[in-house]
């Protein structure tokens, strides 16, 4: 058994496969074969029907079926229905002239058809339907100990031609078996895609493009335009598809940064579309979504989300504690699955967003001295706070009635401390006016409301109209 | 109305043909009607004062606020200019009840954001109203916004007529009436930030100044630093705001927390600091209020994968007030505690409760609630509340006990169409405490909601 020779590799490869051929032609053979054996009397070679197969670079395979009738008229012989060789499904390469030639060209004869189309030990003519695999071993030896072991010098394409090509029915697709190297762990994940860019053809052997689009988004990306895309009419297996998670998406900052770089989203379309984008990101999206397909526009489906909120929203305390920070931080977080209206529905809501318990209304007062939230946050002091305490009753309506504040008698005497401590709280009942009526120059006491610190330049400097609320004119001037 | 004017052209810009693909035309977002009804009970102090110990106030006639708000909120893209949205965000409101307004019900429009927004490559254009959110709170205002980002930088400007906090106009007009020494003119905002992704964080600085129309005063000036940073065990927030106008440090806090336990638990430490913000156009600030510190520690615990609990607890100190003391100092120290869980009692069934402890400065509350949810189908839930809380008001009413329930339904009628309503109850117990008035009070409450619409991946296109 010799090796075969680079320069004619194809050509001597093909005996391989002429065995190849055969089986394939038997097992997808519609009609009853020729019984070439009945006819052993008749025939003297078989390349007086099977013209030109021993080296004519135009052969013509099989004879015409109403040469046939020649013997079988219906009156000496019966007729017979063989209405001629159909065209039979094969994924092998194999060409009678091209093998005539390469054996031409390295000097070895032409074998006899018998012997790969008849078994040796048997009559003439036992045509048994083609070579076994062993018969086109007995000249040429696989490059590899395992058929499907890929290497430069084993490639598929030698003996096969794509899968695209075969004609290969469905059931036939269905029992092909895959190669040890298909069984990785990773092959889906990783293994493949690096196989398919090595040697995109050794896919097509088995595989049409139609399987890769199952899965893959952006089917022009190469290598798959490489792999022919089934013809019309070839049955195929409804295939599921199949996301793994690749590696790098494990990274704890991915969800909240996974813009590609440049915006090139390429890669991203192996297995996302606009809409595995836009079931977070909100429209109108991103440039980068729009170079994706969209899902109408693609036969595969593409990873498919559920919106989930990233890691921080799980946290016990993220509305009370956690979401304001990280709005101010980055903003633009927040912009990737929320509108500004989002916000408003709380900030500003008509008391539908639930943020407040039901009964809050009643039990406010707390909450309110102690800050634990920022009221003002969401309501304007005078126009939410004062215009329901003033209709409620609780507000001042000028000077202090004594009932307020516990009905302190010496509260007025005591109530800077509070004052300083919760200005806010004061506001909710209490106009400016109400202040001025003691603190103002013009007031009934001229009590000074400043610290001793207080730098009353500064204060004329940045804001005098609030200044001559109290004092009527320049207090630094004036020294009022 | 001039927002609207300002988002008009913003959206006809759209108009000019570019040499962009554009995405095909979209619009979503979502109609809300509410109605709030809620029993007042407003009080009148007795005209001849009273004596600590007597009662000071005497009840008024019940009176039912009612209160109607129509929302719409539409963003739409495509609109022949790729990169290019408007979103719009209009509520009417009506107080529908008696005399007794619901606040802010006599503004019967707004248009709460109103804007136009360009995206092009790293660069982001808004026109119109808007809102900005940072470490100094929510600024609203008329007007324009550039953020340009590249890489892991982010830098924004921003300017346009300010709009008062909280609401949607100008100070000077939104207040009038209710506001003593408005200025006569509004005011323009302005400023910028910086913002950096780094390894281990993010950290935003801001500047923002505002002021009056016509140059002749500072309403604020003020600058904020916010940043966030993951390190391996632990999650650090910080942020700190300075008011340039009084030379004090603002708001602040630094946040540490941590999961622990195969995340089973997430603790969290926390330092504040709170000082009051009041606009340099009103005296408030000028009476130089003081801060509070406040350490807080929380603790969740997901006990199961049926059951959470979380405790938090926080001390709080006043600053010196430097104020005269009489008779005796006012309290300068506060705490608060807040204990609470949820149950999954069976796949449609949940049990929420919370405890609420807080004492210090101004009022006491001593409050516990429960919420147990049956979720009936895919479409409707129900809940039913009950609550029990008792606070003594330092400087106002006496003590007393509520006890109150609800129940509330929420349903989606289609995919589009959600409906919630509820109503509650709240009964006061004044256990003969004769200085108090009842807090007696009836809720109810119904939104309908409809979506308009739609994205991939959403549910009916609800998610706002």
Redesign the interface.
């Known amino acids: 058994m010799r090796p075969l020779r680079s320069p004619f590799r194809f050509a001597g490869a093909v005996a391989v496969v002429l065995g190849l051929a055969f089986v394939s032609a038997l097992s997808a053979r519609q009609d009853p074969p020729f019984p070439h054996e009945r006819h052993v009397g008749l025939f003297p070679v078989c390349t007086g029907c099977h013209q030109g197969m021993d080296g004519d670079p135009a052969p013509v395979a099989f004879p015409d079926p109403s040469g046939c009738a020649g013997c079988h008229d219906g009156v000496d012989r019966a007729r017979v229905s063989w209405d001629g060789r159909v065209e039979r499904p094969s994924n092998v390469r194999f060409d009678h002239g091209a093998h005539a030639a390469g054996l031409a060209r390295s000097g070895d004869p032409l074998p006899e058809c018998a012997a790969c189309h008849s078994d040796p030990a048997g009559p003439r003519m036992s045509v048994d339907g083609g070579p076994q695999l062993a018969t086109c071993w007995g000249c040429h030896a696989h490059q590899r100990d395992e058929h499907f072991t890929p290497g430069p010098d084993a490639e598929c394409t030698v003996c096969h031609v794509p899968m695209a090509n075969s004609g290969f029915p469905l059931e036939r697709l269905l029992a092909l078996e895959p190669p040890p190297d298909h069984g990785v762990s990773d092959f889906v994940s990783e293994a493949h895609g690096d196989m398919a860019a090595a040697d995109a053809t050794r896919c097509a052997t088995c595989h049409v493009q139609d399987r890769c689009a199952s899965c893959h988004v952006d089917v022009s990306r190469e290598p798959i335009p490489s792999v022919a895309p089934a013809p019309p009419g070839m049955q195929l297996p409804e295939w599921e598809s199949e996301y793994p998670k690749p590696g790098t998406h494990d990274v ?2 991915f969800q909240g ?1 996974h813009a590609p770089e440049g915006g090139d989203v390429s890669q991203c379309s192996t297995c996302h579309t ?3 984008c ?3 990101h ?6 980068a979504i ?1 170079d994706l397909p969209a ?1 109408a526009d693609v036969v595969a489906p593409g990873v ?4 989930a909120p990233p890691e ?1 929203h799980g ?3 993220f509305l009370s ?2 979401h ?9 977080s927040c912009a990737t699955c ?8 709380c ?2 809501g ?3 967003g639930g943020y407040h ?3 809050f ?3 406010h ?8 939230q ?1 009221c ?5 002091t ?7 305490h003033e ?4 507000a001042s309506q000028g000077r202090l ?11 007025l ?2 109530h ?10 004061c ?1 909710s009942c209490h ?3 109400d ?2 009526q003691c603190h103002g120059t013009l007031g009934a006491f001229r009590v000074n ?4 610190d ?2 009353a330049e ?2 004329w400097a ?6 001559i ?2 004092h009527t004119s320049n207090p630094v001037g004036s020294g009022a | 109305m001039r927002c609207l004017a300002v988002f008009a052209v913003a959206l006809a810009s759209a108009a000019v043909p570019c040499r962009v693909a554009a995405q095909s035309f979209g619009v979503r977002g979502w109609a809300g009607t509410s109605v709030q009804a809620v029993e007042m009970r407003p009080v009148a102090p007795v005209a001849d004062g009273c004596a600590v110990g007597t009662p000071c106030f005497l009840p008024l006639a019940e009176e039912l606020a009612v209160a109607g708000t129509q929302d719409v909120s539409l963003t739409a893209w495509g609109l022949g200019v790729r990169g290019l949205s408007a979103t719009l965000h209009l509520r009417a409101r009506a107080g529908l009840g008696s005399d007794f307004a619901w606040p802010r019900a006599d503004d019967h429009f707004d248009a709460l954001l109103g804007y136009a927004q360009w995206v092009h490559g790293g660069w982001l254009v808004r026109l119109g109203r808007q809102e900005l959110r940072s470490g100094l709170g929510f600024s609203a205002f008329d007007g324009g916004a550039v953020t340009w980002r590249q890489r892991a930088w982010e830098a924004e400007g921003f300017a346009g007529r300010s709009l008062a906090r909280g609401l949607r106009r100008p100070a000077n007009e939104a207040l009038a009436g209710i506001e003593d020494f408005l200025p006569d003119e509004s005011a323009y905002l302005f400023g910028g930030a910086v913002r950096g992704r780094f390894t281990l964080g993010t950290a935003s600085l801001r500047y923002q100044r505002e002021i009056l129309a016509d140059r002749s005063g500072l309403a604020s000036e003020r600058a904020s630093f916010d940043g966030s940073a993951v390190l391996p065990r632990v999650r650090l927030t910080a942020g700190l705001d300075w008011d340039f106008g009084r030379r004090i440090f603002g708001k602040g806090h630094l946040t540490a927390s941590a999961p622990m336990a195969d995340g089973r638990w997430i603790v969290s430490a926390s330092a504040k600091r709170y000082v009051p913000y009041f606009s340099m156009s009103t005296i408030w600030g000028f009476f130089e209020p003081v801060s509070y510190h406040e350490v807080l520690a929380r603790a969740g615990w997901s006990a199961t994968s049926d059951v959470g609990l979380w405790v938090s607890g926080g001390w709080r100190q006043y600053g010196d007030t430097r104020t005269t003391v009489v008779v005796e100092a006012m309290r300068d120290t506060g705490w608060r505690l807040e204990a609470g869980g949820a149950w999954t009692v069976a796949p449609t069934w949940t049990l929420n409760g919370a405890y609420h402890l807080e004492w210090g400065p101004g009022g006491f509350l001593n409050s516990v609630d429960a919420t147990m949810r049956w979720r009936a189908s895919e479409r409707v839930g129900v809940s039913l509340t009950g609550t029990s809380f008792q606070q003594v008001e330092q400087y106002r009413l006496g003590d007393g006990r509520a006890y109150g329930g609800g129940l509330s339904m929420d349903a989606d009628v289609t995919s589009r169409l959600s409906l919630l309503a509820g109503g509650s109850m709240l009964r006061h117990d004044r256990r003969g405490d004769g200085v108090a008035s009842p807090w007696n009070q009836a809720r109810a409450w119904t939104t309908l909601r409809l979506a308009i619409g739609g994205e991939a991946g959403r549910t009916g296109g609800m998610r706002r």
């Open positions: 704890r900052a940064g606009q809409d595995s836009m079931s977070c909100l429209q109108p999206v991103p440039d729009v899902r498919e989300f559920d919106m921080t946290a016990p305390f504690a956690m304001m920070n990280l709005a101010a931080v980055d903003p633009g929320h509108t500004e209206t989002f916000c408003v529905a900030h500003d008509p008391s539908d318990p039901a009964s209304v009643s039990r007062q707390a909450d309110a001295w102690g800050r634990s920022e003002a946050t969401c309501h304007e005078a126009a939410f706070c004062r215009e329901c209709q409620s009753g609780f009635g004594a009932g307020y504040h516990d009905a302190e008698p010496i509260w005497l005591r800077g401390a509070t004052a300083r401590q919760s200005l806010e709280s506001a106009r400016q006016s202040c001025v409301p400043h610290a001793a207080f730098d500064r204060a940045q804001s005098p109209r609030t200044c609320a109290c």
